[in-house]
Nanobody, 124 residues
Framework: VQLVESGGGLVQAGGSLKLSCAAS????????MGWFRQAPGKEREFVAA????????VYADSVKGRFTISRDNAKNTVYLQMDSLKPEDTAVYYC??????????????????WGQGTEVTVSS
């Protein structure tokens, strides 16, 4: 499956952005989807994940209550709505896909496919 992220940009602290990740190539609904981010000089970290039918979601503590993951299987797209953004949210954001994931994974090695990333910069 091929993944292409979009929606990144520059935003002031307290603002909002909505990231999108469009998938192609395989049956999108077979995949759990996740969002990760990587700040300069830091390791890639988990942000959020969603199951194939949107029944289950999981969030990193650092974004819980501010970010919302969702998906539209008819459009082969997963979203990350980011509200109340903070400067520490600045990073390259990646979407990832995992085939037939029973329990939503929170580590990068649990995911099979990755997008190229979209950059988010939050100014103070």
């Amino acid at each position: 499956v091929q993944l292409v992220e979009s929606g990144g940009g520059l935003v002031q602290a307290g603002g909002s952005l909505k990231l999108s990740c469009a998938a192609s190539g395989r049956t999108f609904s077979n995949y759990a989807m996740g969002w990760f981010r990587q700040a300069p000089g830091k390791e890639r970290e988990f942000v959020a994940a969603i199951g194939w039918n949107s029944a289950s979601t999981v969030y990193a503590d650092s974004v819980k209550g501010r970010f919302t993951i969702s998906r539209d299987n008819a459009k082969n797209t997963v979203y990350l709505q980011m509200d109340s953004l903070k400067p520490e949210d600045t990073a390259v954001y990646y979407c990832a896909a995992a085939l037939w994931m029973v329990r939503l994974g929170t580590t990068p090695n649990e995911y099979d496919y990755w997008g190229q990333g979209t950059e988010v910069t939050v100014s103070s």
